[in-house]
């Protein structure tokens, strides 16, 4: 595997949760894997006043913590940390920015680093204007040197609206070059998710298939049984729709819907992206109340930080058509909610049934053929079909083949973050969103947002925790996917 050319990657956020449980953990996975570049240093900057050994003494005890089970020597762990540096300043006042340019310039010395940065913004979304604004002020956006490079990471949420999106492209852009800047969405980093395209397009017997005319409807899911625990300042002005659906569920039903690229880089494959999403049929204000169903669990309001008359959704379900030559007439199922009774992500693709039903209780009446996509827990991808039950006569039924991820004993499934932090060492955009795909998905979804806010408690149904959320997700005519929790 190609190795990224040294660099250092500037962390603004360091003291946060993200870092301690996402990026620095996968950076070691990659350290103790080989793929980090030969010379690389991680600087982590925020204001609470660590020096470096303190710093690095907190993060040893957050990786030994995150190899769950992994045996590593914990030797490892402080040579990889050797390469971790920390600088506490205020990342939002310009003026102190000359401490970040001095502690860049000592280490590309001392570790002998071209001018190749990667800046990580895994701070609160108020930052994502005013550290590049301040990277802009102090000139720290910019490389003199022919071969060093400048990119930026943005963490989710990337805006709360197309308008509040747009804003913040436009200021990115005005800083950095569009190919400089890689929007992240963890769930592009799974590796199931990824299989998707290399399930459609390495593989001659499905895509025939794959469209309207043998495709009855499409469900994609992402279902938790966790609440907002202490998320609630945050979640309380998202709700499910900006936390899981305008970014995960519409990168996934994108791989799921999109043309096959002409050939597999990061442009291309992001060029049918954005076509499937300006695809998808708008709203009318009828069909919101008929095709979106919005819930939250009882206990939302109590929660820390929510406010006691909340109606954010903790609960969606959706109903939606993409208007193209493939897809015409068949119905997308988006479900995602909180406390709900099962941890699950999948995508499952219901095909139609045969023309004419030849066999007695054929598969209930129903297609016998489905593709279940697993993307977590327990990875898989399974299809279903009808066969003959020994014996007289012939009764059909469904059985499954299935293929496990864990089956493929050797291989090492590696976190989303690790893939994606590579990734963009490596300068390879293809698993980040495009500017354009996601002010189309904004678009999509912010007349929702604007309806529910008009309606306020009208039409928000309560749910118990741990059950399938609100009844009236019935409404959106789907017999048999109610939720992908109660079909099993
Ligand atoms: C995050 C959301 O982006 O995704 C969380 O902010 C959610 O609310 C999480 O819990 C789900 O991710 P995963 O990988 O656990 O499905």
């Avoid at 945050?234 to 936390?243: E, F, L, N, T």
């Avoid at 008009?454 to 118990?464: A, I, Q, R, V």
């Avoid at 959320?469 to 079909?487: H, N, S, W, Y």
Wanted: charged share 25%; aromatic share 12%; with cysteine.
């Amino acid at each position: 595997m190609k190795k990224a050319d040294n660099q250092l990657l500037v962390i603004f956020g360091a003291s946060g949760d993200l870092t301690s449980r996402k990026l620095l953990p996968s950076l070691f996975e990659l350290y103790v894997r080989g793929l980090l570049p030969d010379r690389f240093c991680i600087l982590g900057a925020a204001r609470t006043a660590y020096g470096d050994e303190e710093f690095c003494a907190e993060q040893h005890t957050h990786i030994l913590e995150a190899q769950k089970g992994k045996t590593y020597d914990e030797g490892l762990i402080d040579d990889f940390l050797e390469n971790v540096y920390y600088l506490a300043f205020d990342s939002t006042n310009a003026d102190e920015y000359y401490k970040l340019r001095e502690r860049i310039e000592f280490l590309q010395e001392k570790h002998d680093l071209p001018d190749k940065i990667i800046y990580y913004l895994a701070t609160p979304p108020v930052m994502y204007e005013i550290v590049p604004q301040c990277l802009l002020e102090s000139g720290l956006n910019k490389t003199e040197s022919p071969d060093g490079f400048r990119r930026i990471i943005v963490e989710k949420p990337f805006g709360t609206s197309l308008e509040s999106a747009r804003q913040l492209n436009d200021h990115l852009r005005h800083i950095f070059h569009e190919e400089e800047i890689y929007r992240i969405d963890h769930y592009l980093g799974k590796e199931t998710v990824q299989n998707i395209l290399v399930l459609r397009f390495s593989n001659g017997i499905f895509e025939p298939l794959w469209n309207h005319n043998y495709i009855d409807s499409i469900e994609i899911s992402a279902t938790e049984t966790l609440g907002v625990e202490n998320r609630g300042k945050y979640y309380d002005g998202a709700g499910a729709m900006r936390d899981m659906i305008q970014n995960h569920l519409m990168q996934l039903m994108s791989f799921i819907a999109m043309e096959s690229p002409s050939i597999f880089e990061p442009e291309p494959i992001r060029d049918e992206i954005v076509k499937v999403f300006r695809s998808i049929r708008p709203y009318t204000v009828l069909d919101m109340d008929k095709m979106v169903v919005r819930g939250q669990y009882i206990g939302y309001r109590e929660e820390k930080n929510v406010a006691p008359d909340s109606n954010t959704e903790t609960y969606v379900a959706m109903k939606f058509f993409i208007d193209n030559w493939r897809w015409s007439g068949v119905p997308f199922y988006f479900y995602t909610g909180k406390k709900l009774p099962e941890k699950s992500s999948e995508v499952v693709i219901h095909f139609k049934s045969t023309p004419h039903q030849l066999f007695v209780g054929q598969c209930s009446g129903g297609s016998c053929n489905k593709l279940t996509i697993r993307i977590q827990p327990n990875e898989s991808i399974s299809l279903k079909f009808g066969l003959k039950m020994p014996g007289a006569g012939f009764e059909v039924k469904q059985v499954s083949m299935d293929f496990r991820y864990d089956s493929l004993s050797k291989s090492y499934l590696p976190d989303a973050y690790e893939r994606l932090l590579l990734d963009a060492m490596l300068g390879d955009s293809t698993l980040y969103a495009r500017s354009d795909a996601l002010e189309a998905s904004w678009k999509f979804i912010d007349p929702i947002l604007l309806h529910w806010k008009e309606e306020g408690s009208k039409n928000l149904f309560f749910y118990e925790p741990g059950e399938d959320g609100p009844e009236e997700t019935v409404i959106l005519g789907a017999e048999k996917k109610v939720c992908a929790c109660q079909r099993r």
